[in-house]
């Protein structure tokens, strides 16, 4: 299997595919690239949260080289008018979230690049900050996670990156891009399983269904 690192200084990837379990639902197509998901891979009815667990993962060395990598990439030039296409479809469905107009664009453009530097679907990235935190950079939850993506504590501990500040949403949009594709790739594109892995509910299918119904019902769009 490729490094992280390697993978994710491409900037726009295909993650491998196949790997999707029967009984798990499965969350990327064919080819494995996330940008292609239908809105009828999960069930419509997500079950209700449940608390974080805090499970330390294996961690691979790529992981801290990769946050430092991405700081500088730049999305090739023939992807800026996808962006705008993009971000114009967005802003009126982040507005419910987000009610200032200036902090709405920078927020799609931010997501919309970490997430395409990490090779997924900014869509998926949107479902996931919509049911972690609502977009609120300043959430944390119970279990002490963190930010936008909800990002625990720990992984600055174990990237060996103390200065890092989980709050700044850029930054946030940073790890938790990055982590998920990195549970994407342990799950061989199977995106049930990366999201639980991501969660902490590995084995266990409600919190995917929740971000694909979020994805489904909000930030889908034809392709």
Do not use: C
């Not at 499965?26 to 809105?39: I, Q, R, Y």
């Not at 705008?84 to 979230?97: D, G, K, S, V």
């Not at 939850?141 to 060996?160: C, D, H, K, N, T």
Request: charged letters at 20%; zero cysteines; hydrophobic letters at 45%.
């Amino acid at each position: 299997m490729p490094t992280l690192a390697a993978w994710l200084m491409v900037g726009l990837i295909a993650l491998p595919g196949g790997g999707a379990q029967a009984n798990e639902g499965a969350g990327v197509d064919e080819t494995g690239f996330l940008g292609e998901l239908s809105p009828n891979t999960l069930p419509a009815n997500a079950l209700p949260m449940e608390p974080r667990v805090q499970v330390l993962p294996d961690i691979p060395p790529s992981l801290r080289a990769t946050l430092d990598a991405v700081t500088t990439a730049e999305l090739p030039a023939e992807s800026v008018w996808a962006a705008r296409q993009w971000m114009n479809e967005m802003e009126p469905r982040l507005a419910r979230y987000v009610s200032n107009a200036a902090l709405r664009k920078e927020m799609l453009g931010r997501i919309y690049h970490e997430s395409r530097l990490a090779g997924l679907a900014p869509e998926i990235v949107l479902a996931v900050i919509q049911v972690e935190s609502a977009f609120r950079a300043d959430a944390v939850s119970s279990a002490g996670a963190v930010g936008l993506m909800q990002i625990m504590p720990f992984w600055i501990r174990e990237l060996g990156r103390p200065a890092d500040e989980l709050k700044d949403p850029w930054l946030n949009l940073r790890y938790g891009s990055t982590i998920l594709a990195h549970y994407l790739a342990v799950e061989r594109g199977d995106l049930t399983r990366a999201l639980a892995r991501y969660n902490g509910s590995l084995g266990k299918t409600w919190y995917p269904e929740r971000v694909m119904a979020a994805w489904r019902s909000h930030w889908w769009i034809a392709r």
